[in-house]
């Protein structure tokens, strides 16, 4: 039902696809040896780009056969091509000038000058990485579904509820009818009078949030267009949408990934708000000048005497 993004090397509009967001977003379904090869990877890519398939088994605690089936879970035909491109993205990263190691949690007595610089890195790192999972045509068959839409729902929980509120509050300013629902039973309510040619958008990382589920399929079994917004493709979200937009996360101590999230996440959002209003041009710059106009007259006037 989902249309999920190919799992290929780069997606041919010259943006390079970052395998270790790739291992990320298939972290829960990997259990077990695949599981410890995945976190190998992932704590110190370097030493695995620089590894023997023998020396990644050892490290792992597994074996070369598991390596090997890693690799071709990847969409790679072998260790060769999976060393080949770690090593490629690390020396992307450090001619990126990315020198902090964003694997390294911060600690209590870190200066805040350091802490920053975690911080940039980690959330540089994750938009790239969202750069190069994201399916651009994924985003322009949402784009032309929302900008026929009669009617947008949007549905999130907790902080993925705050992100879907920006996406709510955007498409409101240039005049698609939208809504966000934070209430269950509210959001059920919305999600029944939905139907064909309305759009709903759920939003979650894990793509695991029972009551997003729930409301997305609820929009869905009344013939709604249903969008998915989350960092895990086979997950439960992602596999009931009719379009998956994916993006990536780089956790740092006291911003697990649901939080380090966020920002990727207002990116695609933002992009798929822009490729909406690029749609509707005429009606979305007439509303955009008409609601800006309409707050004009509240904002402070400057040179008025105090």
Known sequence: MAQHVTEAAGDGAGRPDSVLARVRSRLPAFTGALRRVADQVLADPAAAARATIVE???????????VTRFCRALGFEGYAGLRL?????????????????????????????????????????????????????????????????????????????????????????????AWAWRDLHEGLAGAALLGPGDVALGVSH????RETIELLAEAGGHGATTVALTGFP??????????????????????????????PQ??????????????????????????AQAVDGHKSLRGAPS
């Open 56 to 66: 990644l088994a050892e490290r792992s605690g597994t074996s070369p056969a598991t």
């Open 85 to 177: 491109a770690i090593a490629a993205e690390t020396g992307r990263a450090r001619l990126a000038g990315w020198t902090v190691d964003i694997g390294r949690e911060i600690q209590p007595g870190d200066p805040l000058d350091r802490v920053l610089d975690q911080i940039m890195a980690a959330d540089t790192r994750a938009m790239h990485d969202t750069a190069a999972l994201l399916d651009l045509g994924a985003v322009e068959r949402a784009a032309a579904a929302i900008a026929a839409a009669a009617r947008v729902n949007v549905f999130g929980a907790s902080g993925s509820a705050l992100v879907g509120e920006e996406m709510r509050f955007s498409l409101h300013r240039i005049g698609v009818a």
């Open 206 to 209: 894990s793509g695991e949030t």
């Open 234 to 263: 086979r997950s439960p979200l992602a596999e009931l949408a009719d379009i998956v937009l994916l993006t990536a996360s780089q956790a740092t101590t006291f911003r697990p990934d649901a939080l380090s999230a966020r920002h």
């Open 266 to 291: 207002l990116v695609v959002l933002d992009l798929l708000y822009i490729a909406v209003a690029q749609r509707t041009h005429a009606r979305a710059h007439a509303a955009f000048q008409r609601t």
